[in-house]
């Protein structure tokens, strides 16, 4: 799935809790969902991790990882 639209389907609090859980600001995380940003390799770890691997990583940085 992309980030965006896992990041658009999320409430004002889920979003806030999603921030909180992989540590990033939620203007940085709009950033990352409309692709205007890339992710760090942990950063992207951290949002696999809190999306339940519905976001993964390599579909966020197809660079450092491609298709695992």
Do not use: C
Request: charged share 35%.
């Amino acid at each position: 799935m992309k980030l965006l639209n896992y990041y658009l389907r999320l409430s004002s609090k889920e979003k806030k809790a999603f921030s909180k859980a992989v540590q990033a600001e939620l203007g940085y995380l709009r950033h990352l969902a409309y692709n205007r940003k890339k992710p760090s390799h942990a950063l992207a770890k951290r949002i696999e991790l809190a999306t339940n691997g519905e976001v993964r990583r390599d579909e966020l940085r197809p660079d450092i990882w491609g298709n695992e």
